[in-house]
């Protein structure tokens, strides 16, 4: 398969006009978005990738109010404020950005 | 890595505990900062500079019904002003407190082309300018070179219009289909919100909340009788959301703001899409299924705390119907009945909005009676500016994180200097909003252009 960058997804599979859906915080789901990040140009895109941001910033908060004694715990802390930090970049309009500090989660 | 690729579908949120450990600084995904910039809008801040470079509905004529009637206070973007229709039947709208000793000029005399302080006698015309100053001795007037704030205003569409920013930004009127209808084919309200304007207009554009917070029980419940009523039904709302709990969001900018469109599952061969416009600074248009009235909403900001909620039904090809009459009267949809004095609805905070828990527990989610009131109660609900830092949004917020991204866009534009686009060009306000189905392989802005466009 031919793959987008370092994000393992098809380009071909790749449509930035579709958002993606977040149903957990799986390395799949973070390919997923890093891979629309990298083709995401229009206002549009942009919006379904902070879209995409705010479910898996939901998700991990809820995670670490739900698991305070988790293993995982600092991991996913350290997900949440990355989330965050790649929310901020994409309001920027700076989505490149933002999939560099989500790959450093994979 | 994949050590939390099963916990997060393990996590189910538990609402009892606080997030306050989680955020010291309170900030989320919309920072305080940002929620500050978008939801302050006095004089002098961005976004209230941005709301005065359009024209905003302040007042129903009705208000001021005749030359020299007495004046009425009005309160937009946080500033307190007087209204009043002078003996030429022309509507100014000035401060509130006048120059000299700082009286409120609502105890004026609206008499002969001007607005009468009581207190010591000065005159003001629709214009601001003092043109009497009876106090004073003739050799020490200086009444020509007294000047009162006063914003220029303009009928149209059923609402006196005010324009708040320098003169020389002055924009042109936006051409929105129902301003530009017969009188008789619309009918305009106008209610209190004690909510800041932000979060009225995400009530309006976030599609998701209708299936719940304005839901039957026997719709939300699907019940046998609800599904064979509907299942045949005209009502391609009611029958299609019923086929697809799960729509797809999809939104687009345009000259004017927002298209936004959500599409079920229909048929093997069709979607259904119901597009709703947001247009800048504040207006919104529900999607409108063809042969009933369309409805839309502007909700311009009072001050930081309240706005004004003007609701608006109009048919473009008729005078509105006894069966639109009727439900604007019973309160069922999007007006809602209110004091003519205060403009607060007559369901209010102060008495629960007459919810009627047995009606609840038997017939509808809420047991609030009327869209409008609905509304207004549970965005009430969320204190006048809600805590944005604090929200866990997901992807069926689309249309408001595009919303809000728009605004900051637009109002940090104008910071810079860049005036907005829309403001300018009226013309681009001439759009309406559609309910339709199209063929799986046909996109909405496409499938929908002819009907997107008003015809007057």
Redesign the interface.
């Known amino acids: 398969m031919e793959l987008n960058g370092q994000s393992g997804v098809s380009p071909r599979e790749v449509n930035p006009a579709h958002i993606v859906a977040v149903m957990n915080f799986s390395a799949d789901t973070l390919r997923s978005i890093i891979a629309h990040m990298e083709v995401s140009t229009e206002f549009e895109h942009l919006v379904y990738r902070e879209a995409e941001l705010d479910a898996i910033w939901s998700i991990t908060g809820f995670f670490l109010v739900n698991e305070p004694d988790s293993s995982q715990r600092e991991a996913v802390k350290r997900l949440h404020a990355g989330a965050l930090r790649a929310h901020d970049l994409v309001a920027d309009r700076r989505p490149e950005d933002a999939a560099t500090v989500l790959r450093t989660f994979l | ?9 393990r ?4 609402f009892c ?1 606080p ?1 306050c450990n ?1 955020e010291p600084d309170g ?3 919309l920072s305080r900062q940002e929620n500050e910039l978008l939801t302050q809008i006095d004089s002098g801040t961005e976004a209230g500079e941005y709301f005065r470079r359009f024209w905003l509905p302040a007042l129903l004529p009705t208000e001021v019904p005749t030359p020299d009637c007495p004046p009425v206070r009005v309160r937009l973007l946080g500033e307190d002003l007087v209204a009043f229709r002078d003996t030429n039947g022309r509507v100014g709208l000035l401060e509130e407190a006048c120059p000299h000793r700082r009286a409120s000029l609502f105890w004026g005399r609206n008499e002969e082309c001007g607005l009468r302080c009581v207190y010591h006698g000065w005159k003001f015309d629709v214009s601001g300018i003092c043109v009497d100053m009876p106090n004073e001795p003739q050799e020490y007037r200086f009444d020509n070179k007294v000047r009162t704030t006063a914003y220029p205003t303009c009928e149209y569409g059923g609402l006196v219009w005010v324009y708040m920013g320098p003169p020389e930004h002055r924009p042109e009127l936006p051409k929105l289909e129902w301003a530009r209808v017969p009188q008789s084919h619309r009918y305009v309200s106008k209610r209190l919100q004690e909510t800041n304007y932000l979060q009225a207009i995400e009530g309006g554009i976030d599609s998701s909340h209708s299936n719940f917070l304005h839901a039957s029980l026997d719709a939300f419940r699907l019940t046998d009788s609800y599904v064979e009523k509907v299942k045949n039904s005209s009502n391609l709302r009611a029958k299609y959301h019923l086929l697809d709990k799960a729509p ?6 345009t000259d004017y703001g927002l298209v936004i469109a959500v599409r079920r599952n229909a048929e093997e061969n069709s979607y259904y899409w119901r597009l709703t416009q947001f247009l800048l600074p504040s207006h919104t248009i529900i999607p409108y299924q063809a042969g009933h009235s369309i409805n839309g909403h502007c909700w311009v900001p009072r001050d930081d705390q309240t706005c004004w909620v003007w609701t608006v039904s109009w048919n473009p090809d008729a005078p509105l119907s006894l069966v639109d009459f009727e439900m604007i009267q019973d309160e069922s949809f999007v007006h809602a009945r209110v004091d003519p004095a205060t403009f607060k609805p007559v369901r209010n905070r102060e008495n629960q909005y007459m919810v009627d828990r047995e009606q609840q527990r038997t017939t509808t989610m809420t047991g609030i009676h009327g869209f409008a009131s609905q509304d207004q109660a549970i965005q009430e609900s969320m204190g006048p500016i809600v805590d944005r830092t604090r929200e ?4 069926s ?2 249309a408001i ?2 919303m809000r ?2 605004l900051l866009q637009e109002i940090r534009g104008l910071a810079q200097a860049c005036e907005p686009f829309a403001a300018r060009h009226g013309d681009v306000y001439w759009v309406r909003s559609a309910s339709l189905l199209l063929k799986r392989n046909v996109e909405f802005d496409e499938g929908a252009r002819d009907l997107m466009k008003a015809e007057v």
């Open positions: 890595m994949t050590w939390w690729r099963t916990a997060a579908l996590t189910q949120p538990r505990e997030f989680l900030d989320g995904m797809w969001f999809t939104v687009k900018k866990r949004l997901g992807t917020d689309t994180i595009a991204r728009l």
